[in-house]
């Protein structure tokens, strides 16, 4: 009977301990993963192409022609840099970056097209992407679009097919892409959808030569995300073709970037406007047909002495009321032609304002003395200048009567001792 019963015990015990065993190792089971279970969780894969939208290769293609484009400007100072002559210390030169913005390839020839804010007033212009910075030259502007096309011979990238903006649809999606911030963030995607068509949009802007007037446009109104340095980038459909330039955006202070009127304490989300690329395309198709390769880096001439004018000129101070009121232009103002010169040949006046020569935009005096400096006896050139009509004294007037700008031809020779 005791034999029996140490049997028992043996038996019961051997059978706790099984049972606890088991539940030690069901325990165990229950409140820790195996490896098996960790790699099912951890080792996943992604198959890319099975990943659709209609987004993806039109980010990936497009992004590969917008550019940087970079706003250089040249300040002349004075003693300290206040400009008042102190101790007749000569005037210095500095270039500094004053902004930077976006613009897209449209042509396998380096031709760009971004905003004519981007590169308003710069004294030189380039391009860049991937870290690398190139040259490029304002072809052609017009502040009434806001569009400019920049011509960079030296970038090797595809041009952006070109869509036909009057076939737009509302909610249909805009992809837009450019440089927000600059380099730290270029090419970078936003996509939202097209909100509005025909947005009027009323602004004050400078022409090439700065007068001021009102202007109004039709813009594509969009929610894509748009910030400071994507002006002049471009706003993509799904085909992959450039259809709008966007230019500006709202913010809750009711101010859009560039200047435009907006309404005053408004919380505003996601409002951006573009200009619609057949606006651009006019400008473009001139661009276009007077480009040729041969006159790209065309050789500067050697010239010794210098041909002149036969004008003296300064400056109008910025401070001038009819300056600052954008009555009159910016330019080189004659005070003085000089008899039997070629100004007086061409029909230059006193109180005329010099604002372009040969297509270039003539801001101040000194621009005139650099432009001219470039040219040789006997070159035949052609000069716009601002003229008010009864007056050969703009200046001192207090108000601008019925006035024009006038296109003359002039021939260049050697005057003497004459300055300019």
């Known amino acids: 009977m005791r034999s029996i019963n140490k049997r ?9 301990a099984m049972l606890l065993g088991l539940g030690i190792y069901a325990s165990a089971d229950e409140n820790t993963l195996s490896q098996d279970e960790i790699s099912q969780i951890i080792n996943t894969q992604t198959d890319k192409e099975k990943i659709t939208s209609p987004v993806i290769e039109v980010s990936n293609k497009a992004r590969e022609s917008i550019v940087g484009v970079n706003n250089y400007q040249t300040r002349r100072t004075d003693f300290y840099g206040y400009g008042y002559g102190y101790f007749n210390t000569p005037k210095q030169s500095a270039e500094r970056l004053v902004g930077t913005g976006s613009g897209v390839v449209v042509s396998k020839y380096g031709h760009i097209i971004t905003n ?5 007033e710069a004294s030189r212009v380039s391009v860049s992407f991937d870290g690398e910075e190139y040259p490029a030259e304002v072809v052609a502007s017009d502040a009434s679009i806001d569009i400019s096309i920049l011509l960079a011979p030296d970038i090797k990238l595809p041009a952006a097919p070109l869509g036909d903006s009057d076939q737009l649809q509302i909610g249909e999606y805009a992809i837009v892409i450019g440089n927000p911030l600059g380099e730290q963030f270029e090419r970078t995607v936003t996509v939202g959808f097209v909100s509005a068509l025909g947005r009027t949009v009323e602004d004050q802007v400078s022409d090439r030569y700065g007068r001021r007037s009102t202007v109004k446009n039709q813009m594509i109104q969009v929610d894509a995300a748009i910030n400071q340095g994507n002006s002049g980038g471009g706003m ?14 709202y913010d809750n202070s009711g101010n859009p970037l560039s200047g435009f009127l907006g309404i005053q304490q408004a919380s505003i989300d996601n409002i951006g406007m573009c200009i619609p690329i057949n606006v651009a395309k006019p400008m473009l198709e001139n ?17 010794n002495p ?12 910025a401070s001038a009321n009819q300056k600052l009121d954008g009555t009159l232009p910016n330019g080189a103002y004659v005070l003085k ?3 039997d010169s070629p100004a007086s040949a061409a ?13 270039t935009v003539i801001n101040n005096s000194d621009q005139l003395v650099e432009t001219l400096a470039a040219y040789k006896e006997g070159n035949e050139i052609n000069i716009k200048v601002f003229r008010t009509k009864g007056t050969d004294d703009v200046a001192k007037l207090n108000s601008i009567g019925e006035s024009e700008y006038v296109d003359l031809k002039v021939t260049l020779r050697l005057l003497g001792n004459i300055d300019m």
Do not use: C, M, W
């Not at 004519?116 to 308003?120: G, N, P, S, T, W």
């Not at 661009?287 to 010239?303: G, R, T």
């Not at 210098?306 to 101070?317: A, D, M, N, W, Y």
């Open 337 to 339: 032609v000089e008899d």
């Open 116 to 120: 004519h804010h981007v590169v308003e």
């Open 236 to 249: 993509f459909n799904t085909l992959g073709q450039l259809q709008g330039i966007p230019a500006r955006k």
């Open 347 to 359: 029909g230059i006046k006193k109180g005329d304002i010099i604002v372009e020569v040969d297509n």
């Open 8 to 16: 028992t015990i043996v038996s019961f015990v051997l059978a706790i």
């Open 287 to 303: 661009v276009l047909k007077n480009y040729d390769a041969s006159n790209v880096q065309k050789a500067e001439d050697e010239q």
């Open 306 to 317: 210098p041909p002149k004018l036969g004008v003296t000129i300064t400056t109008l101070s």
